[in-house]
């Protein structure tokens, strides 16, 4: 729409809510005009309330007690419906960034609290370096969701005669957040997209959000790679594939630090040991891949706490964290602090790779996960592949760079995608942007290799590729890149296990400033 800048709460409301088109300026900042102001398209569908659903239950009840119309109330708010009015796609850093950036916070705090300003202003130019680093990250992530996942659905798909359109131009309202759930360091964006988006015909629709889902991976690839390299551009941190090799930490801080800053790994871990072991009981084998993918998510939605304030500043809150590292550990946040800037002392420099090495162990990196694989998650395994510093790229360039190289590795695997007759016929006019036919998903769902043929395919498969037999062994190292486990790097927490892109459906809206565009 060409608008940027703070939302607060009533934007927030008129927006998601309502759908009032913010260009509708006079009417947009007067709620008691958002009835008769332009949308952004339909405005949903008409629900009943919970109220309504227990009315219309306690109607077919009549003589219901007390004890079962308290039942009729409790039903009548679980079944209630809300339209989808945004997208949640939330980006987070590995745990040592949100250490780091505590730290930095807490020494700036101590220079103010001593009146020495320049001190201060110095520790408050690193800390701002890694929001900076965080941001750029976030916005590289947005842009390349947008480009690559940026679709609407036009028709009735089910009788098969929808289509897809191109949707790039997306809303967004961006919040940053310091700390989790549990209240522990932990750096995070809230990206709210709207569920309305002008397609290329000019319409306002629902976007797909099948879409965003399927290039989650990519996607959190080319924000983690962007942040780091900014980040390495801006203050020489250094950052290492962890040895897990899920992601890249910032080294210099020690690992039980880490472990200590990660309530929710050690409240997640028993569950997940509980819930494997009657997984296990019950089939005879361990759970592994996408069954143990499964677990963990349920584990994370068991044990996750509710949303709570402490009432703390900032300066409290910092100056807590502090206590609990000194008592439990010896370091605090100050030594945390010195440690990372005077590893920071020289730039780094990116070493040399081979392509052809990046490209043969991404392949074999996916192979062993999954047989059945889709194109973001090996755009996912090239990032971890590269080496851990590239020469300070920004994001479109990381994009590119991730872009081509899965590109390039594609012919390399077999694609379980059968093609239709015709399709290379397909007139200009019904294809996408991205040269695709306009019937067809933007990302090619298909049934998983490993489904027995007779049963019904799973519900949500995406376009897959296999790597040619010829190809499944192990391969050697990408030269100029250390070995995973060469660094001494801790592992973080998070639903994803260091950070990366979670995208949730959501219903309502919680007001709060936030960034706009």
């Not at 958002?34 to 009943?48: I, P, V």
């Not at 950052?239 to 929710?264: F, H, N, W, Y």
């Not at 090495?357 to 971890?384: C, M």
Request: proline letters at 6%.
């Amino acid at each position: 729409m060409g608008l940027s800048g703070l939302v607060d709460a009533q934007d927030m409301m008129a927006v998601y809510q309502h759908f009032v088109d913010p260009r509708d300026v006079e009417r947009f900042k007067d709620p008691e005009q958002w009835a008769e102001a332009d949308t952004l398209g339909h405005t949903g569908r008409r629900y009943r309330t919970a109220e309504q659903l227990y009315a219309a239950a306690l109607n077919a009840e009549p003589h219901a007690d007390a004890e079962r119309r308290d039942e009729l109330r409790l039903d009548a708010a679980k079944a209630e419906q809300h339209n989808v009015a945004f997208l949640d796609a939330t980006f987070s850093v590995p745990k040592s960034w949100s250490v780091l950036h505590t730290a930095f916070e807490f020494e700036e705090a101590n220079a103010r609290r001593v009146g020495d300003l320049e001190a201060a202003e110095a520790w408050g130019a690193h800390r701002q370096a890694v929001e900076d680093a965080v941001w750029a990250g976030n916005n590289a992530m947005l842009d390349y969701m947008s480009a690559k996942a940026g679709y609407s659905r036009v028709g009735h798909h089910g009788g098969g005669e929808g289509r897809f359109i191109d949707a790039h131009d997306w809303t967004i309202a961006s919040f940053f957040q310091h700390d989790s759930r549990d209240h522990d360091p932990h750096l995070h964006i809230h990206n709210t997209v709207l569920n309305r988006v002008q397609g290329s015909d000019g319409v306002w629709r629902t976007l797909d959000s099948d879409s965003l889902r399927v290039w989650r991976p990519a996607g959190a690839a080319v924000g983690e790679r962007t942040a780091s390299e900014h980040l390495t551009r801006s203050m020489s941190a250094r950052v290492a594939m962890r040895p897990d090799g899920k992601a890249r930490e910032i080294l210099g801080i020690a690992t039980e630090l880490l472990d200590l800053s990660s309530s929710r790994s050690r409240a997640i871990a028993p569950k997940v040991a509980e819930l494997a072991a009657a997984y296990e009981q019950v089939n005879g084998r361990a759970p592994k891949g996408m069954a143990l993918a499964r677990l963990t998510r349920e584990a994370s939605e068991k044990t996750r706490p509710g949303k709570t304030s402490t009432g703390q500043t900032r300066e409290e809150f910092v100056r807590g964290v502090d206590r609990e590292f000194l008592t439990k550990t010896g370091a605090g946040m100050a030594q945390v602090a010195a440690d990372v800037v005077a590893r920071a002392g020289e730039p780094v420099e990116a070493p040399e790779w081979s392509e052809t090495a990046v490209l043969e162990t991404a392949i074999e990196a996916v192979q062993l996960k999954q047989s059945g694989w889709t194109e973001p998650y090996l755009s996912q395994d090239i990032n971890n592949e590269l080496p851990d510093y590239l020469g300070g790229l920004e994001g479109w360039q990381v994009a590119a760079l991730i872009d081509g190289l899965t590109t390039k590795a594609l012919p390399m695997v077999v694609s379980l995608k059968t093609p239709k007759p015709g399709e290379g016929v397909t007139p200009s006019e019904l294809r996408l942007e991205n040269g695709k036919p306009a019937d067809e998903r933007p990302h090619r769902a298909l049934r998983h290799p490993g489904a027995h043929p007779h049963r019904t395919a799973p519900a949500r498969r995406h376009r897959t590729h296999r790597c040619p037999r010829a190809q499944r062994r192990p391969r050697a190292g990408v030269p100029g890149r250390p070995r995973r486990g060469g660094h001494r790097v801790g592992p973080g927490p998070g639903r994803r296990g260091a950070g990366g892109v979670d995208v949730r459906e959501c219903g309502r809206i919680a007001g709060r400033p936030g960034r706009h565009r």
